[in-house]
């Protein structure tokens, strides 16, 4: 039986709103986006930031839909049921409470970091599901201040085990964020160069602002911090100021809570050795890179010290299988290997992704080839970021080179002339040559910031 998410008198109570119209339903979920609309939804009708899309003008359509109500800041003509609100991001933050409230948790994950993320997370949603617990993990990537109280305001009331993703793009944006999930864990998988033209401070400014996750938690909470990275001790020091006395971590250090042991790697996936505090564990991985195989102890750590059966949780882990836009795999066009990258791009994520590359081996007469587009948000050092990634792409065997973009035209002068394919100012420009350079056997990496719009060339090289 389908589990009802809200009805009527909850929504206007969460919210403070007042109800026009049929006060006799139930609905199964929130949505902000009209497109996306099912029979049984809440619509939201959000206003954009800086004159963007006004929800309001989409409220028939999502109606039409099947929505049973709307919630509104102003009142819309000829709805049948709409619950009128000061203003609707206030609204959906108090769902988010209200449904994080009187939700019977046993344990609220927070997961942040520079990379990793979305990985991290959909690993410890699966650990806890293959142990038995009823979990709601954030929705896509979901993770700023939209995202996070719209994951929270669609969690069912009999939830087990709350997984949010938390992002930033700025300082002090994920206090607010912590302070709304309230954790008893938080996980922090990795402190790199992301975003740092927004610190003035630098990679430290990174810190503080991934450590703010600490700030909605008690003292009774748990860190779970990466033991490889250059930055655990300050994480470390900042954990213990927020007040937090239970610190775990992570990673390849012989002082590592959950170590990794052994991995071997192939183009296919990653067998795994693990001790997980004192407890072997072994299992394989369908996602290939000894990064992620790092990422997946800290949700084998999560689990352990929540209780559960980290034997469970490893064998769960086995069914994951890359994420769109985040290394799924596909064969387009005439035995063309397409590894999806397309959704977000670092230095540290561009290493890992020309590792993976280097273990897919062509075809006969194939080639590697890596299609790139800028990594956006590095500041001053853009130029030296993007230089430094010749000799990583030139070590994992790139054949050709493409890319687009001001800060990929200074990686692509760094490359020898034999392997430079082609570089343009945009990807929709490369998404009209990429396709037409490519033969039978080639592996290709398609990989950018999500601003450099790099998804442009995968749809073009799966339209072939």
Same mark, same amino acid.
């Given at each position: 039986m389908t589990e009802i998410l809200w009805n009527a008198a909850e929504v206007v109570k969460a919210t403070g709103g007042r109800l026009v119209g049929d006060d006799n339903w139930q609905a199964l979920r929130v949505t902000m986006d009209s497109r996306e609309v099912q029979s049984g939804d809440i619509f939201i009708a959000m206003i954009g930031e800086?004159?963007?899309?006004?929800?309001?003008?989409?409220? *028939?359509?999502?109606m039409e839909k099947? $929505?049973?109500?709307?919630?509104? &800041?102003r009142e819309v003509d000829d709805v049948s049921s709409q619950i009128i609100v000061k203003d609707? #991001? %206030? $609204?959906?933050?108090?769902?988010?409470? #209200? *449904?994080?409230?009187?939700? &019977?948790? %046993?344990? $609220?994950?927070?997961?942040?970091? /520079?990379?990793g993320k979305t990985g991290v997370r959909n690993m410890v949603d699966m650990a806890f599901a293959g142990c038995g617990y009823r979990t709601h993990a954030s929705i896509k990537s979901y993770n700023n201040h939209v995202g996070v109280p719209y994951t929270l305001a669609n969690m069912k009331a009999s939830t087990d085990v709350s997984i949010s993703e938390v992002g930033m793009n700025n300082p002090d944006e994920i206090t607010p964020l912590s302070k709304q999930v309230h954790p008893d864990i938080a996980i922090i998988t990795w402190i790199a160069d992301?975003?740092? %033209?927004?610190? @003035? @401070?630098?990679?430290?400014?990174?810190?503080?602002?991934? /450590? %703010?996750? #600490?700030?909605?938690?008690?003292?009774?909470?748990? $860190?779970?911090?990466?033991?490889?990275?250059?930055h655990y001790a300050s994480l470390v020091a900042n954990a213990k100021t927020a007040g937090l006395n239970n610190i775990y971590s992570f990673g390849e250090h012989d002082h590592a809570d959950a170590r990794l042991t052994d991995c071997l790697l192939a183009a296919n996936g990653t067998r795994v050795s693990a001790n997980i505090i004192g407890e072997d564990v072994s299992y394989t991985l369908q996602i290939a890179g000894k990064h992620i195989a790092i990422n &997946?102890? /800290? /949700?084998?750590?999560?689990?352990?010290l929540s209780g559960g059966d980290v034997q469970k949780a490893a064998k769960a882990l086995e069914k994951i299988e890359p994420i769109a836009g985040r290394g799924k795999r596909e064969v387009v066009g005439d035995n063309v290997t397409l590894i999806d990258e397309s959704y977000n791009a670092s230095p540290v994520a561009m290493n890992a992704s020309f590792r993976v590359m280097a273990m897919v081996d062509p075809g006969r007469g194939g080639r590697r080839i890596a299609v790139l587009g800028d990594m956006l948000e590095l500041g001053n050092r853009a130029r030296e970021m993007h230089e430094g990634l010749a000799m990583p792409l030139q070590a994992a065997g790139v054949d050709l080179l493409y890319c687009c973009g001001k800060n990929m035209k200074a990686l692509y002068d760094k490359m020898p002339p034999a392997n430079q394919g082609a570089h343009t100012q945009t990807s929709d420009e490369l998404?009209?040559?990429v396709p037409d350079a490519l033969t039978p056997g080639d592996v290709v990496l398609v990989k950018g910031s999500l601003g450099s719009k790099m998804k442009t060339v995968v749809e073009a090289m799966r339209a072939m």
């Open positions: 800086e004159g963007g899309l006004d929800g309001h003008d989409y409220v *028939a359509q999502a099947g $929505a049973v109500c709307a919630i509104v &800041s609707t #991001f %206030e $609204a959906l933050q108090e769902l988010g409470q #209200f *449904a994080r409230g009187r939700a &019977s948790i %046993e344990k $609220a994950i927070a997961i942040t970091g /520079s990379v992301v975003h740092v %033209e927004n610190f @003035d @401070d630098g990679i430290n400014g990174i810190v503080n602002a991934k /450590s %703010e996750i #600490f700030d909605g938690m008690t003292s009774e909470g748990i $860190a779970i911090l990466p033991r490889d990275n250059d &997946s102890l /800290s /949700s084998l750590l999560t689990v352990k998404a009209k040559i």
